[in-house]
Nanobody, 122 residues
């Protein structure tokens, strides 16, 4: 049983950066965590996933500008987002799976956060 709460979103100028946080109410050490984004009028995209052993999987939408990390002592997973573009505007969501691997199967994600809004505008 887990609860995930995202924070750190906001309105930023193009080229700006944010660090998003996903605070986990359970024992984070047992879970791999992924960040997704829901882009308006587009299919939900997985950005990156980090395993229990800090193995990182980056997907197309990360574009070498986003970086996932975890701090189990703080029960928090982060997503650093840099050089933000207008098209990065989305709701950013974290999700957990009870696995040592990052499975691409959506049914492995047992818990989802509510999301934090990132809006990039000039």
């Amino acid at each position: 049983q887990l609860r995930l709460v995202e924070s750190g979103g906001g309105v930023v100028l193009p080229g700006g950066s944010l660090r998003l946080s996903c605070v986990v109410s359970g024992v984070l050490n047992y879970f791999s965590i992924a960040w997704f984004r829901q882009v308006p009028r587009q299919v939900r995209e997985e950005i990156a996933c980090i395993t229990t052993d800090n193995i990182i999987y980056n997907y197309k939408s990360a574009e070498n500008r986003f970086a996932i990390s975890r701090d189990d002592a703080k029960s928090t997973v982060y997503l650093q987002v840099n050089d933000l573009k207008l098209d990065d505007t989305a709701v950013y969501i974290c999700a957990a799976q009870q696995s040592v691997h990052c499975s691409k199967r959506l049914d492995f994600f047992s818990t989802w956060g509510q999301g934090t809004q990132v809006t990039v505008s000039s």
